[in-house]
């Protein structure tokens, strides 16, 4: 492999003069924000891709970026450009790979074009955790935004009638800040180049089984973030890996939430549009009123009340501000309803996420039996490892039926999850259980389960076998 072109952290000055830039694999959600946010950071972008699905290919047409067939790009054009971005897509043995590194330009990852090209400046907000980061940030965002600021923002999700960057007034920069890897050549968490001021640590579990082995491999990515954190540091209790991390730097100053920290947040009331609930600030008690549903949904307002307050706004500005949020698409999204019954589209593919999420469900829809599809998707969810976690977390739905693996998994040292023991197990534990081989499968279960009672809840982090893509969409009563 010849990777001398890289651009590495000791070679941040062959960013100085750089103008052009083409984002090799555009389309997807992480690029495409990316190159939204350097066009408007006044750079010359273009970018290529094998395929252009919406809605990122509408939002980059939208935004006048040339978006050409990756094979159709000659080689002489790209090395027209200053700086190749390449997307994680890209495999290290890969045709394009090879292609990437004989062109003699430099080439770099999307986050750390990120940190060097647009970050280094701004205020940083880093977001992180297994669950919660991309609703997180858009709560953030928006909660800033009700208190009179224009955050910049950068957010890995879809979100209805804004773009999924923006550079914003410099005040503060929101960031989802993953723990992924960031490219084949540059293989550490994207949060490591992001110029990171203020963490805001959500949660931490056992993710990514295709590049982390074990909790401490994920750890290690933080160990190497925290000690450049120099602002406000917000880490929820609830998890054991947060406090174990966080004990290891004595020195900071942490503000801790969550429902087993002494700050609450204390949920008192659920109606279905409105939860209030109170939180323990300078030793005392105040109380909010939000719109959104679920305790972990309330726990993530809470990260974003806390750094709220810690900046100096004030109490009656901040319960003002989070009183009408939205959601990210694909976060408890209502799809519409099919023979009155309620369809519901959410991301969650981690045990917790997918239990949390049926309980929000169910706050919400006090009345409804809740029947859930779920389609193992990420490489974690298609293991063995969440096998157990992923029975324990059905347990609290109507009706729970799974899909076939859409291909086996990619995490390290595991088998393939065994979904027809899934299924028995649940089914011994007098839970409604099934396979769903297809589509077609897929489809027929909604049309025979539907009813006036149910809310149908399908979880996913990819298409659920094609069903949003598939004429069955236009079924749906808006």
């Known amino acids: 492999m010849d990777l001398s072109y890289q651009v590495k952290p000791d070679q941040i000055d062959l960013l100085k003069n750089v103008k052009r830039i083409f984002f090799y694999r555009i389309c997807g959600t992480g690029m495409g924000a990316a190159a939204c946010l350097l066009k408007e950071a006044g750079y010359d972008v273009e970018g290529g891709d094998q395929n252009f699905y919406p809605p990122m290919s509408t939002y980059l047409e939208s935004t006048g970026i040339p978006c050409k067939q990756i094979n159709d790009v000659e080689d002489d054009y790209l090395k027209s450009f200053d700086l190749i971005v390449v997307g994680n897509v890209v495999p290290r043995k890969s045709e394009d790979a090879r292609r990437i590194e004989s062109l003699e330009v430099p080439f770099i990852s999307f986050p750390s074009a990120l940190g060097h090209?647009?970050?280094?400046?701004?205020?940083?907000?880093?977001?992180?955790?297994?669950?919660?980061?991309?609703?997180?940030?858009?709560?953030?965002?928006?909660?800033?935004?009700?208190?009179?600021?224009?955050?910049?923002y950068f957010i890995g999700g879809v979100i209805d009638g804004r773009p999924p960057s923006r550079l914003g007034d410099g005040s503060y920069f929101i960031i989802e800040s993953d723990e992924y890897d960031s490219a084949y050549f540059e293989k550490i968490?994207?949060?490591?180049?992001?110029?990171?001021?203020?963490?805001?640590?959500?949660?931490?579990?056992?993710?990514?089984?295709?590049i982390f082995e074990s909790i401490e491999d994920i750890k290690d990515e933080f160990r190497a973030l925290l000690p450049n954190v120099n602002g406000t540091n917000i880490v929820c209790g609830n998890y054991q890996a947060n406090k174990d991390l966080l004990n290891e730097y004595p020195q900071k100053e942490v503000n801790w939430y969550g429902s087993e920290s002494h700050s609450g947040p204390y949920v008192k009331n659920i109606s279905e549009n409105k939860t209030t609930f109170s939180i323990i600030y300078n030793e005392e008690e105040i109380e909010f009123s939000t719109n959104i549903i679920g305790n972990h949904n309330i726990e993530n307002i809470t990260s974003c009340i806390l750094f709220c307050l810690s900046e100096g706004f004030s109490i009656n500005e901040v319960q003002e501000s989070i009183k009408d949020l939205s959601l990210v698409k694909r976060r408890q999204e209502i799809r519409g309803r099919y023979k009155n019954a309620i369809i519901v589209d959410d991301f969650a593919h981690h045990p917790r996420a997918v239990e949390a999420t049926i309980e929000a469900i169910r706050s919400r829809f006090i009345n409804k039996k809740i029947k859930v599809i779920f389609e193992p998707h990420s490489a974690t969810a298609r293991s063995s490892l969440f096998q157990k976690g992923f029975i324990d977390s059905f347990m609290s739905a109507d009706e729970v039926f799974l899909t076939k693996l859409p291909r086996p998994t990619t995490a390290k040292g595991a088998e393939d999850l065994d979904v027809d023991t899934v299924v028995q197990t649940l089914q011994s534990k007098q839970k409604k259980a099934g396979?769903?081989?297809?589509?077609?499968?897929?489809?027929?279960?909604?049309k025979k389960s539907a009813d006036e009672e149910s809310v149908i809840l399908v979880l996913s982090n990819g298409t659920c076998l094609g069903l949003w893509q598939s004429d069955f969409v236009d079924e749906i009563e808006l």
């Open 117 to 152: 090209l647009v970050l280094n400046e701004q205020n940083v907000i880093g977001i992180a955790g297994t669950h919660g980061k991309t609703t997180t940030s858009f709560f953030m965002t928006q909660i800033l935004e009700n208190l009179g600021k224009a955050p910049g």
């Open 189 to 210: 968490s994207k949060f490591r180049t992001y110029h990171i001021n203020h963490l805001i640590l959500t949660s931490l579990e056992f993710d990514h089984a295709d």
């Open 435 to 446: 396979v769903l081989e297809s589509l077609d499968d897929v489809t027929s279960y909604i």
